[in-house]
């Protein structure tokens, strides 16, 4: 029998008989009884059926017997008999007491109740089925909506799992992997899960975090969840960062049947971290690192300086030197600075833009620290010209020009300054400051040669240092160089 | 600072890659009466240390470009030349006591120069004495 699946709310084809009036209370089924009693027994007093008279009677006891139960069924039986035999009194004049009446009687009591029996008892059979069928019905409509539930709630559980873009995995409670969803095997690069389908969990985890997982298993099995970060390998040997939590998963008696772990990769963000971090502490390291040189330039200042008065002025113009020429470091994040960049920013102060300096050379870019010595020895250089020498009055000029040429198979600078215009010069003295930025310092920063010299018609300096080329371009001039200076990182810059 | 006897004037080598505060803790160093050697990484600083026996104290940066920082640098001194005296200074590394070679000192930079011309001078009476 195939039941739909509403078969529980509606009842089904023969079923639907009412085989309810056996419910009605008594009075009714007895007077239904009655009633049918009567109509036959008006029916026979018209009729006057000779040779049958009691065929009015006997249709109905079938329908008493099964629809209105055995006593309403026997009353009307009695009746029927009764109502019969006064009929055939009163229309043919026939004894209540003749032998043959009497058997014809108590021949239809009984037949008729035998008929009442055994239709009361079809009856109970079919209401019995009918309940069984019922119940049957229910009980599988409520199967197979559970069954629904079921199937619905594990595709949903499957979504979810295969949605989530952490590395879900499901552990026995010996910890060994039972199932990895999608995304994480993605992420642990496992192509075959099989081949880790049974592995212990931990194993995975190396060193301290082969003791974090170890730990967080015992917890999740005790029932209880915890959390830990570590580094661990993926089937191709890439390390990835996680953020794990372990839980355990509950049976319906509320014991822990098996392990849950979620690991979220967070490899990006620790590198971001330690990005930070580094950043961070090369900031710090740059802060301390200008301290500790404002310290040396405030005291070779003072060191140097005739009067406190002087010194203070130097000092501060040198403070401005050094500010300008970290501004323009900060550009390149400390890494490198363009020689015309360079002279440009540490001439501002002095009038670079007053036509009174020519400048001439390829590009080249100097170290942080390179820039930041030649900054200040260009400070001191044009200091001293606007002192003593060729920016002193408004004839004096300063020509400035570099170019790269070969020593020995290596690639060296030459940079000269040179002041013509200006009034006839004298050395100045060999213990300031500016000599010992421009002579001694620029040497060691740039591990070449510098040379001043103070000829009548204007200073002459040049200073020569290895450089380390980028390209191999020698002859196009353009080429990026680094000049001298460790650290310095090579700075991919568009030459224009 | 009055020096006694220049057969007897204490030796430093000042190592330090930062050219401007290597002249001031040079100028420093010889306002304390010490003969200056110079290195701008534990290359040179080596260098130095074979050529010119007579190098009492040896006053290094930490953080310098080459094939070893100053720590090293330190701890390799005092392994290949015991008796020679040790000021270690950083900017931004706080070095404790655990991580110095035996009986060096470490300094921060920027230098607390008051405290480190004391050291220096107790370092050198230390040497003419011995």
Redesign the interface.
């Known amino acids: 029998m195939t039941l739909q699946s509403d078969a529980g709310s509606r009842p089904l084809g023969v079923w639907s008989l009412k085989l309810d009036l056996l419910q009605s209370p008594a009075a009714v089924r007895y007077g239904l009884a009655f009633l049918y009693v009567c109509l036959a027994s008006w029916l026979r007093w018209i009729l006057v059926l000779d040779n049958a008279p009691f065929l009015l009677y006997m249709p109905g006891m079938f329908v008493i017997g099964f629809l209105l139960g055995q006593g309403p069924g026997f009353a009307a039986t009695l009746l029927s008999a009764i109502a019969s035999d006064y009929i055939a009194f009163e229309r043919k004049g026939l004894s209540f007491w003749a032998p043959s009446q009497i058997v014809t009687s108590i021949l239809f009591i009984l037949i008729c109740g035998g008929l009442v029996l055994v239709c009361d008892a079809l009856r109970t059979a079919l209401l019995a089925r009918r309940s069984d069928l019922l119940s049957m019905s229910t009980s599988n409509a409520s199967l197979m909506e559970s069954q629904a539930a079921l199937e619905e709630s594990e595709a949903f559980l499957r979504s979810t799992l295969e949605s989530s873009p952490d590395c879900i995995k499901v552990l026995d409670l010996d910890a060994k992997v039972m199932f990895m969803n999608g995304p994480g095997r993605k992420a642990m690069d496992v192509v075959d899960f099989g081949k880790i389908e049974g592995c212990p969990w931990p194993d995975f985890w190396h060193d301290e975090y082969n003791e974090a997982a170890g730990v967080a298993i015992s917890q999740a099995r005790a029932g209880i969840t915890s959390r830990f970060q570590g580094q661990c390998l993926t089937v191709a040997g890439v390390a990835k960062w996680w953020d794990v939590v372990v839980a355990p998963i509950r049976g319906s008696d509320g014991q822990t049947q098996k392990l849950l772990s979620i690991s979220r990769d967070i490899t990006e963000q620790k590198h971001a971290e330690a990005q930070q971090r580094l950043l961070n502490?090369e900031l710090?390291?740059r802060m301390?690192?200008t301290?500790?040189?404002?310290?040396?330039?405030a005291?070779?200042t003072l060191?140097r300086s005739g009067s406190i008065a002087e010194a203070r002025n130097a000092f501060e113009a040198r403070l401005i030197a050094l500010g300008k020429a970290q501004d323009l470091l900060i550009a390149t994040h400390w890494e490198s600075a363009e020689l015309h960049d360079i002279l440009r920013n540490a001439l501002a102060p002095h009038g670079i833009d007053t036509g009174r300096f020519s400048i001439e050379g390829p590009d080249i870019r100097l170290s942080s620290?390179c820039s930041l010595?030649l900054s200040?020895a260009l400070h001191e250089l044009a200091t001293n010209a606007a002192k003593y020498g060729a920016l002193s009055v408004q004839t004096g000029r300063v020509l400035m020009n570099w170019t790269l040429y070969d020593d020995a198979g290596l690639t060296r600078m030459r940079f000269e300054w040179k002041e013509h215009g200006g009034p006839a010069v004298q050395a100045p003295s060999s213990t300031g400051f500016g000599s010992?930025?421009i002579e001694?310092?620029l040497v060691?920063?740039f591990k070449g040669t510098a040379d001043i010299q103070y000829p009548p018609d204007g200073a002459r300096f040049v200073l020569t240092a290895p450089v380390t080329r980028s390209q191999t371009d020698f002859s196009s001039g353009e080429a990026e160089v680094l000049a001298a200076g460790?650290?310095v990182l090579p700075t991919k810059v568009d030459i224009a | 600072m009055t020096i006694p006897d220049a057969s007897i004037r204490p030796s430093i080598l000042v190592v330090e890659?930062?050219?401007?505060?290597?002249?001031?803790?040079v100028?420093?160093v010889e306002e304390a009466g010490f003969l200056v050697y110079e290195a701008?990484?534990a290359d040179e600083a080596l260098r130095q240390l074979r050529d010119h026996h007579d190098i009492h104290v040896l006053i290094t940066d930490i953080?310098m470009?080459?094939s070893m920082d100053g720590l090293t640098l330190s701890h390799h001194v005092r392994d290949c030349w015991p008796p020679v005296r040790i000021i270690v200074a950083s900017?931004?590394v706080k070095v404790t006591a655990r991580e110095l070679p035996d009986h060096g000192v470490f300094i921060d930079?920027?230098?607390d120069?008051p405290r480190v011309r004391s050291l220096l001078s107790q370092i050198a009476g230390e040497i003419q004495r011995a």
């Open positions: 502490h710090a390291h301390k690192n301290l500790a040189m404002v310290q040396a330039i005291n070779q060191r620290r010595a200040l010992v930025m001694r310092s060691g920063y460790e650290r | 890659d930062e050219i401007l505060i290597r002249l001031e803790l100028d420093l701008g990484n953080d470009p080459g900017s931004h930079k920027p230098y120069t």
